[in-house]
């Protein structure tokens, strides 16, 4: 069996406003998810999310890493208890088991 060496996902099959496990858990966001369980894989997830200013995703943990590299904006990442602010260009990594929320501080929507 060949194996792709890329994958093109067509607007058709990203999935907008879906929030999935952020449903009720966060205000302001938008989610796009663009690979996920659904389209085949079983490991690894990409979505493009928006958080619009005072926009807020609560404290949360999950069983998995989580990286994010903030496109447009600014957002506060809180992270066993310390701040860390974000803006654009910056990478962010939340090791598995860490608890960890994020908000927009900005004036502004911000992507990642």
Known sequence: ????LHLVIPKAHMHPG???VYEG????????????RAAGSVHVGYCI???????????????????FYVIAGELQLERDGHLVSLS????GLVPTGTLHALRNTGTGPAQW
């Open 88 to 91: 654009k260009d910056d990478y």
């Open 25 to 36: 858990h966060a205000r302001r966001l938008q989610r796009t998810t663009l690979l996920d």
């Open 49 to 67: 999310c928006a958080l619009d200013a005072g926009g807020e995703i609560d404290r949360c943990i999950h069983a998995y890493e989580k990286s």
């Open 18 to 20: 879906i929030l999935g």
């Open 1 to 4: 069996m060949s194996v792709p």
